[in-house]
């Protein structure tokens, strides 16, 4: 078996925690009238570089420091903040995860975003250095999250005889449907933890099921169908859908490439980083596709180390699936 990546627990907090506990909530605004001298002391004397600008409780653009620069370069200082801000907003939704706010900086490069409620109003801001904070907050409230009191998974298996026991989970994932985005890899997260898998294996399955599923509901006509199977040794993921298929699966397969549309985009999704990740996180994956019939992803993660070592369980006679 090859060399897998260890993933932490922060990786897995990025997939986990909502951007609503991350951000700064405490933003500073300025109005469309407000002069750039004005903002110019505002950005000094907080130490920050970019506000957003509302009009009432109307969230109607950003105004950064290179707009400053600009408007200093021009002589233009007592011209109002309207003239020189930028209306092309990047924001984010309060309720999403950390992992949609990471894929906006990657995609669009920009040093901040403005978190909104489903509504479109202001909640606050994110920058790196927020996401990084809040991380290490979350994993400083539970030091000892990493402890298990045992590893039951393979166990259970060995009340039952049968020539082939597994425990299956099927989920039935909706297109376009990013209101319950991630909801699927959460219960199979939630299950592989009460069958106390070891929080590596979670991990890594998790990322796994949650670039899958959201491939589905990106790129697929109809949704699709997420398949988790539990085995004494192994656990097999199965995504398929009706779709509309990858036409050139080695390009769809380098980070960085994506063929979601801009609405998709803007919405946070499709980075481009989706089947990369899955196959960092995977012990094995294969994936097939046919233009206008649909895609299926078949992904292996073993539930013992990549070094072989079992620990605390005994070895599994499960063959791995063909």
């Known amino acids: 078996m090859s060399q897998v990546p260890k993933f932490t627990k922060i990786q897995e907090l990025v997939y986990e925690l909502p951007v609503g506990r991350v951000m700064k909530k405490e933003v500073i605004t300025v109005s469309p009238d407000t002069p750039i001298s004005t903002l110019k002391e505002i950005l000094r004397v907080n130490r920050i570089s970019g506000v957003p600008v509302l009009d009432g409780d109307h969230l109607v653009g950003i105004i950064s420091i290179e707009d400053l620069i ?18 092309q907003l990047i924001t984010v939704r309060e309720d999403e995860s950390v992992i949609e706010a990471v894929n906006k900086f990657v995609q669009y490069r920009v040093g901040r975003l403005l978190v909104v409620n489903k509504r479109g109003g202001l909640t606050g801001i994110l920058t790196g250095g927020n996401i990084t904070r809040g991380l290490l907050e979350a994993v ?39 209101e319950t985005a991630g909801s699927a890899s959460s219960k199979v997260k939630r299950a592989l933890g009460r069958l106390r898998v070891l929080p590596e294996v979670i991990r890594r399955v998790a990322i796994s099921v949650y670039e899958g599923e959201m491939n589905l509901i990106i790129h697929s006509d109809q949704g699709g169908e997420l398949i988790a199977e539990l085995r004494p040794e192994l656990i097999h993921i199965t995504l398929k859908d009706q779709g509309p298929g990858i036409p050139d699966i080695e390009r ?36 097939e596709s046919k233009v206008g019939v649909g895609t299926q992803l078949e992904i292996i993660i073993h539930l013992h180390s990549e070094s072989g070592d079992e620990t605390n369980t005994e070895k599994a006679k499960q063959p791995e699936p063909s």
């Open 70 to 87: 600009n408007a200093l370069e021009q002589g233009d200082m007592q011209a109002p903040v309207r003239k020189r801000m930028s209306t």
């Open 140 to 178: 400083g409230k539970n030091p000892h999250a990493e402890k298990i009191s045992g590893y039951r998974a393979p166990h259970i298996f060995q009340d039952f005889a049968s020539d082939h026991t597994s425990l299956v989970l099927k989920y039935n994932v909706k297109a376009r449907d990013f």
């Open 252 to 287: 769809a397969m380098t980070p960085g490439f994506s063929t979601a549309p801009n609405w998709i985009r803007e919405l946070g999704f499709g980075a481009g980083m989706g089947l990369a990740n899955i196959k960092k996180c995977a012990d094995s994956m294969k994936l």
